[in-house]
């Protein structure tokens, strides 16, 4: 890679000290169009020539590039992105009934957690990603959908492994003088680390939180997902309770719908009682079919059965509608070769 500095990802203070750049509010500028999305130094109007000309010397926007962008005809775009070490990483856009665009972004390439349903957890974990790859992320959206509303952390990897890269990276997307991103409008996603859970209610950022649970039995859930042997369920519970009440957020629930698996009585009897006493949001979502997993997704009956009991206990449910299948950008079946040619 050339050893031109990076400078998206860097603070104002940062992108000055990098490049000694004078007078000082030259970083604030070039701060400022990189949260516009600009794609090279030419385009930033408010600076002089000479400038520009020594920047695009010694500096470059953005560390990764676009390598395919895929789209659904539902509406759901997925980019497959390069890093450059020749690792692969997608992004994904999802359009909501209202018109809402939320772009799920990796915080890794691959994924450790080897959860046995979705495509990322077969790959392993290639690394950690920088936060000026994950802000590369959100910009490369903006650019291709448009303005977008919210960031989720549901992509490939385990934010929680990652959560020094995750406050930057917020950091820098919530900064007022940046792209002044609501908090509000930030979600991460864990398999359920407890440890992490615990970090990020004490430590923040300031973010909603889901926990992909997907069954409460903790013997299933050992079998779907490895983490739990380490992150027992009763223990997990405690730390959404803290999380609840340090926060005064809402936690949703996530569980990918297996079939025959974790849509009966039992799972939906157990799912409601690690529900009791937490104030939850239930966010269901039939599993999406990935190459080589032989699991099954539920018929709508099973789907809707599943969904009557729980809301039969007063719980808060919402089925996810399926979106991206086409292109292989729905929930689980992110992940292609880590390495590109």
């Known amino acids: 890679m050339s050893e031109k500095t990076v400078l998206t990802g860097l603070t104002p203070e940062e992108i000055s000290t990098s ?12 701060y400022e169009w990189i949260a516009k999305g600009a794609d090279s130094f030419e385009q930033m109007s408010n600076i002089d020539k000479a400038t520009r000309e020594k920047l695009s010397e010694t ?4 560390s990764s590039t ?22 692969a990483i997608e992004t994904v856009l999802l359009t909501d009934k209202e018109g809402r665009k939320t772009a799920c972004v990796s915080c890794q390439a ?47 990897g385990e934010p929680m492994q990652n959560l020094e890269a995750i406050r930057k990276a917020v950091a820098i997307l919530t900064d007022p003088k940046g792209r002044a991103l609501s908090s509000r409008r930030i ?42 042997s380490g992150n027992p369920l009763s223990e997990l519970k405690k730390s959404i309770g803290y999380f609840i009440e340090k926060t005064g957020k809402r936690v949703t629930l996530e569980a990918a719908l297996l079939s025959g698996k974790n849509t009966g009585k039992e799972s939906a009897d ?23 997993l032989e699991f099954t997704t539920p018929s709508n009956d099973e789907v809707k059965s599943f969904v009557r009991m729980l809301e039969n206990a007063n719980l808060n449910v919402n ?3 399926r979106r991206g299948e086409k292109i292989g950008g729905a929930c689980g079946q992110l992940g292609r070769s880590q390495i590109q040619s």
């Open 19 to 30: 490049l000694q750049l004078k007078p000082a509010f030259r970083a604030k500028q070039i």
């Open 270 to 292: 157990r799912l409601i009682d690690f529900a009791r006493g937490l104030d939850v949001y239930i966010n269901l979502i039939p599993w999406n079919p990935v190459p080589g």
């Open 110 to 156: 691959g994924c450790a957690m080897k959860c046995a349903f979705c495509q990322t957890g077969q790959l392993g974990l290639g690394r950690n990603l920088t936060a000026g790859e994950i802000v590369e992320e959100f910009l490369f959206m903006e650019k291709e959908a448009g303005k977008l509303d919210n960031i989720v952390f549901m992509g490939m």
């Open 319 to 321: 089925l996810r509608t």
């Open 66 to 87: 676009v390598s395919q962008v895929l789209k659904d005809p539902d509406g759901t775009i997925k980019l497959q992105i390069t890093l450059n070490d020749g690792r």
């Open 187 to 228: 979600t991460l996603s864990t398999c359920g680390l407890i440890k992490g859970i615990y970090e990020l209610a004490n430590n923040g950022p300031k973010m909603r939180l889901a926990i992909s649970l997907t069954t409460a039995d903790e013997d299933l859930r050992k079998e779907l997902m490895p983490v739990t």
């Open 59 to 62: 500096a470059i926007l953005r």
